[in-house]
Structure formats: structure tokens, C-alpha cells
């Protein structure tokens, strides 16, 4: 099963995530995105590593996240991708200008071949107005295609405002 859970920054969409994988009787899996480079956004991932318990890996994929979904999402382990929202930034800002569209192509093969259960997390930025600077235009343009072509191949999508789930596709659901 394939879920993408949706939400904007501090909407609880990882804290759901988390508890989807916890209910889940496999092991588990994190892979974190996110890269601490300054003491806020260490303070953020410490935190965020605070709140899981020791039976959860991890996997820290700042950018080759198709390559890390490949090896850990197998059978009988859940594997929750936190989060697409910095992957994206991480490969947007790399010096290879051509990073963003090779690991995301690799991200979209990928996901017709996990056996496990994966839990995608995202941040929802598009619902503001247009940015001025030409990156972040870039940078909407692209989560928001993303999330489109993930939701098509996820069987669960869901959106979290205000710590509330709205599931947007049930499972089952094309």
C-alpha cells in the first residue's frame, strides 16, 4: 500500500504518518529528507527523532530517496519518507542542475516496485498567492506536479489541517 499524506508546515501530517506506520504489525522504516544545517533545523530533527520509538530505522536519503525506498520498502516493512517537501528543495539547490529531473524520474519507477508499505509525507504550498522569485516559482511549480503524479499512483491520499485527516482518496479508490 502507497499513501500520500499531505499538509502544511505543522498541520500534524507527520504525526499521522507515524501512527499510520506504528498501526501497521511490520517494521518500520524512516527515511528523513532533511538536512541539519544550522542548530534550528538540528533542534527540529531532534524532536522529530525524540518522538519515535527504538523500533523504528533510519535512513537519512537528503536526495537519493528513489535509491533508499528501492532497498528498504520490501515486504513486510513500512517505509515513512519524510519529507518530499525538503527532498525537493535539497535537489532544486544541489549543483547538478540536472539532479531534480533524474530522482524524481527514478522516484516515479520506483514506486511501481515496492512490495512494502510506504508512507509519502509532503508539505501542501500551492494554496498561496504566486511567488515573485523565479526558484520558487520553480519550487511550487514542481511539488505541486509532484504531488499530482504521486496522489495517481498512491492507493491512499490523504490531507491534514489542524491535526484533522481528510481523506481525499480512499483506498481503492483510482
Not at 525506498?69 to 519524510?82: G, P, S
Request: glycine share 6%; proline share 3%; aromatic share 4%.
Amino acid at each position: 500500500m502507497k499513501q500520500l499524506i499531505l499538509g502544511g508546515s505543522r498541520s500534524g501530517k507527520s504525526r499521522l504518518a507515524e501512527n499510520h506506520a506504528k498501526d501497521l504489525p511490520m517494521k518500520r522504516v524512516y527515511v528523513a529528507t532533511a538536512q541539519a544545517l544550522d542548530a534550528e533545523m538540528q533542534a527540529r530533527i531532534s524532536l522529530h527523532q525524540a518522538q519515535r520509538d527504538e523500533l523504528w530505522g533510519l535512513v537519512e536519503a537528503p536526495t537519493q530517496l528513489a535509491a533508499a525506498i528501492e532497498k528498504y520498502c520490501v515486504e513486510d516493512t513500512c517505509v515513512l519518507v519524510d519529507c518530499l517537501t525538503l527532498w525537493l528543495s535539497n535537489c532544486l539547490l544541489s549543483q547538478d542542475k540536472t539532479l531534480w529531473a533524474r530522482e524524481r524520474e527514478a522516484l516515479m519507477q520506483v514506486l511501481n516496485k515496492v512490495t512494502g508499505s510506504l508512507i509519502l509525507v509532503g508539505n501542501e504550498v500551492g494554496s498561496g498567492i504566486v511567488p515573485m522569485g523565479e526558484l520558487s516559482r520553480l519550487f511550487v511549480d514542481e511539488n505541486g506536479r509532484l504531488h499530482q503524479d504521486l496522489a495517481a499512483l498512491c492507493d491512499k491520499v490523504v490531507y491534514v489541517v489542524a491535526g484533522l485527516p481528510h481523506v481525499l482518496k480512499p483506498s481503492g479508490q483510482q
